[in-house]
C-alpha cells in the first residue's frame, strides 16, 4: 500500500479552534469548512474523491499519514481533543471499511523531548 505523509505542527494546536485552524491551512480545507468534528470526518473521508473538499489529495488505496508533531504537549493540553481526533480519526476508516474500501488514514504522533 502507497503512503502519504502530512506533517500537522501539533504544538500549534492549543484548542478545538486552533485545531481546525491547522487542518484547514495544512490540508487546504474549502472555505465553507464547517471547523467540527462532523466537518472534519467528511472532509478527511472525501481525500480521494474526483473533487475534494481539499486541497491535499489521495489516490485510490493509498494511504495518508498524518505525521503530528508535539502530540505529548497536545495530550496534555487538551486530552478530550485529542480523544476526539483519535476517535473520528477512527470514524473515517470506520466508514471507508464498511463501504468495503480500505482505511484512509493512520496517525504517526511524534513526542518532542
Known sequence: METKVVV???DRITDRDSFHTVFAEVLGFFAGYGRNMDAWIDIMGDLAAETPLSTVRTRPR???TLQVEG???LGERCPD???D???CTAAVNRRRIVAGDMPLL???PISRP
Open 71 to 73: 502530540t505529548d504537549g
Open 85 to 87: 481526533f483519535l476517535a
Open 81 to 83: 481533543l485529542w480523544r
Open 106 to 108: 493512520a496517525l504517526m
Open 62 to 64: 493509498q494511504l495518508l
Open 8 to 10: 500537522i505542527p501539533g
